[in-house]
């Protein structure tokens, strides 16, 4: 370092002491180099100490990207900030020579700090009475913007970026502190990925593609010098704006200085200022109603990801931090949906109603063995618009509310706060099962009435929706034909609250204050109706419940991604209570009840839909029993209505898919869809069943043991 520098911050102090400089700006620009040469360095080395250090390793905030399964179609993004990490390598040597032309012509020549850079601004400040011209290094900026971007609170926030000479004195410290851990290479490549270039664009990648559409390493030395003259002041220099006046000008001063420095022939430079700016502006799309509108209905499965991750610890303390991670950290996230059981799903849902109608036709389909969601389809428009909406069909909402059609994110398909619909007979497979699991054997006979006096359930007396169904029921023909007295005495004889326990199990929730109380330790052994399905639930939970028979038993939560990378391409993991560390995106499975059990409660199920069962016989007829026809292969399952058929439900069930449509308002559940509608969610599940499995071998189900036959 020479000696003018030095000499000239000498004599700094009588400067300011005749009040040469007015006001405190002017003052911070001045001070620092004072409090380098000696005045106020043991003051601030223990407070930088730690920050200097985090500032070698703390990376910015990155944008997550959700992929189709492929792993490379982009179905969108979360961002606070829209930034890919990209490494100098992979940038054009045009842009890293524009950004220092542009921000810091001696970047090579001073150690984070430059003194003569800092004594030019003193005198510029000092003859305009103001700040006219900064002394910040690209070593000095970069520290400032990874001081923001890793600070916690606002309140390092601002410590970060105030107007202060301590601050400034701090900034400089670390720069210094920082030129002798990283390279200069690293510090460029750590500011192109952390400068802001407007337009929500945050590091090079993003201005690139928002700007031109295209990656940094294809910039010409034009498009560099337009990207370089921005981060100054974005919103001045903007050549997206009407008049570009203000970026040429800006873009031509940083084209001189790269000729300056030698990095442009002074004819290069001349015929790059001849040009005008040409822009290709893209608008990244960012959360969920930014999906693209070829895959709008994967909308619904993108809105349940984001609930999912906001409920996994892996990923933050609390919801805010969880989804604070998945606008910040860099993710790779694979949906699990998919491609053509999501096509099946939306060819077959909504077929007759349409997404103007307002009963909502759903459908979700769940892997057995994984827990993992392979499709989620509605007939709803996925969109946060909903100006064309009519007013809601619910008498007591008010002349504004909207209703939840055409257009719609509310969560109708499960994964949200929603309560869900009453499954009406699709819970009878929760007391069978726990019969089963308990002991009791398919041959369990019952002779049951039209009406049903429960002398458990203090009097309630049930009755069955036919005469036909009055006579003796085992678990095959109760099950086949929905024979609700059947099933009120079956529960009674393994007990309301075992088969509540058994529905917890297999992932239903309670989600209105009714359910909570039903099911409470206190009431679940009296609560009677559970077994007719007068509680809510969702497809999604019913889809992954009846997934649990179909693979034998074991249950896995549900799950809507088959693999989340890490920034640094190695899968995200969560650590289990004995420490063992598993990825996220790994199935989460166990054994709930026995697999004879399963498999007796599917050679039951396979009644309902028109298929044999292995071992017993259905009792001449079934309520769903153009299933197996159209399906084409084995296939099980349960049909569900409600009082005056209020929604209605199918939930049916192969080797390898499990699906549950529904059909119901979700504005206002006492809009009775009506008999003639309870056929359209049978179809649909059967409908998607044969379409997702067109051209794939038949798989059989596996028999009950002869123990649990009886």
């Avoid at 929760?430 to 019952?446: C, H, I, N, R």
């Avoid at 399952?637 to 439900?649: E, F, H, I, L, V």
Wanted: aromatic share 8%; net charge positive; proline share 6%.
């Amino acid at each position: 370092m020479s000696n003018r520098p030095l000499a000239a911050a000498g004599r700094l102090v009588p400067l300011l002491r005749a009040g040469l400089i007015a006001g405190i700006v002017i003052a911070a620009a001045a001070y620092p180099l004072v409090a380098l040469t000696g005045l106020g360095a043991k003051a601030t080395a223990h407070a930088v100490e730690s920050k200097t250090k985090l500032l070698t390793t703390a990376l910015p905030a990155e944008t997550s990207y959700v992929y189709a399964p492929d792993g490379k179609t982009v179905l969108t993004m979360f961002y606070e900030e829209y930034r890919q990490y990209t490494k100098l390598s992979d940038m054009s040597p045009n842009i890293q020579q524009a950004i220092v032309a542009a921000e810091d012509s001696r970047f090579y020549q001073h150690h984070g700090v430059d003194p003569k850079g800092v004594a030019r601004a003193f005198v510029a400040n000092a003859r305009s009475s103001g700040v006219s011209q900064g002394a910040s290094t690209l070593t000095m900026q970069y520290v400032r913007m990874a001081l923001r971007d890793s600070a916690d609170t606002p309140k390092e926030v601002q410590e970060a970026t105030q107007q202060t000479s301590l601050r400034k004195v701090k900034e400089m410290r670390m720069a210094l502190d920082l030129e002798k851990e990283m390279s200069k290479e690293q510090i460029l490549e750590r500011y192109l990925n952390s400068a802001y270039f407007g337009h929500r664009a945050y590091g090079i990648y993003a201005a690139s593609e928002i700007f031109f559409s295209k990656t940094p390493k294809d910039l010409t030395p034009v498009e560099a010098a337009t990207l370089a003259g921005l981060v100054k002041s974005p919103s001045e220099y903007d050549p997206a704006s009407s008049d570009q006046k203000d970026a040429t000008g800006r873009r031509n001063y940083v084209l001189d200085h790269m000729s300056q420095l030698g990095y442009l022939s002074p004819d290069s430079a001349a015929a790059a200022k001849s040009e005008p700016i040409r822009l290709k502006l893209t608008d990244p799309p960012n959360d969920c109603a930014a999906v693209t509108e070829k895959y709008n209905s994967w909308g619904f499965a993108c809105d349940y990801l984001k609930n999912w991750w906001s409920a996994q610890p892996a990923f933050g303390a609390n919801r805010l931090e969880r989804m604070d991670k998945l606008r910040r950290g860099g993710y790779r996230i694979v949906l699990s949906i998919d491609p053509k059981i999501q096509d099946a799903a939306e060819k077959n849902v909504g077929a007759k109603e349409g997404t103007g109608s307002p009963f909502a036709n759903g459908i979700v389909v769940s892997e057995p063995g994984t827990g993992r969601v392979k499709a989620m389809a509605v007939n709803r428009t996925y969109s946060l618009d909903l100006s064309e909406n009519p007013q809601s069909s619910n008498p007591e909402a008010g002349p504004k509310v909207k209703a939840n059609y055409p257009n719609t994110v509310a969560p109708l398909l499960g994964g949200g706060d929603l309560p869900g619909y009453q499954a009406g007979s699709t819970f009878k497979m929760f007391p069978m099962l726990a019969a089963l699991d308990s002991g009791m054997t398919l041959s369990t006979s019952f002779n049951a009435p039209y009406r049903y006096k429960s002398s458990v359930y203090d009097g309630w007396a049930p009755s069955n929706a036919s005469g036909a169904m009055t006579g003796q029921q085992t678990m095959w023909s109760g099950f086949g034909k929905s024979v609700n007295t059947y099933f009120v005495w079956l529960e009674e004889k393994v007990g309301a609250d075992r088969a509540v326990r058994l529905a917890e199990q297999l992932g239903l929730r309670w989600r209105t204050d009714v359910d909570r109380q039903q099911a409470s330790p206190t009431n679940a052994k009296k609560w009677g109706a559970f077994t007719l399905g007068v509680s809510d639930a969702t497809p999604l939970e019913m889809a992954n419940a009846y997934a649990t028979v179909a693979a034998d038993g074991r249950y896995c939560e549900a799950i809507p991604v088959q693999a989340i990378m890490n920034r640094d391409g190695t899968p995200a993991t969560y650590a289990t209570p004995g420490g063992i560390h598993r990825e996220v995106a790994k199935p989460r499975c166990r054994q709930v009840v026995s697999a004879d059990a399963a498999r007796a409660a599917t050679d039951a199920a396979r009644c309902p839909t028109g298929d044999r069962p292995a071992r017993g016989g259905c009792g001449g007829w079934s309520t769903a029993d153009s299933v197996r026809g159209t399906v084409g292969r084995p296939v099980a399952g349960k049909t569900g209505t409600t009082d005056s058929t209020r929604s209605a439900w199918f939930v049916g069930y192969t080797p390898e898919l499990a699906a549950a449509s529904f059909i119901s308002d979700p504005d206002n559940p006492f809009n009775a869809v009506g008999d003639g509608q309870s056929q359209i969610p049978i179809a649909a599940v059967a409908e998607t069943l044969r379409d997702a499995l067109k051209g794939q071998p038949t798989r059989q189900f596996t028999p009950p043991s002869d123990a649990i036959v009886g």
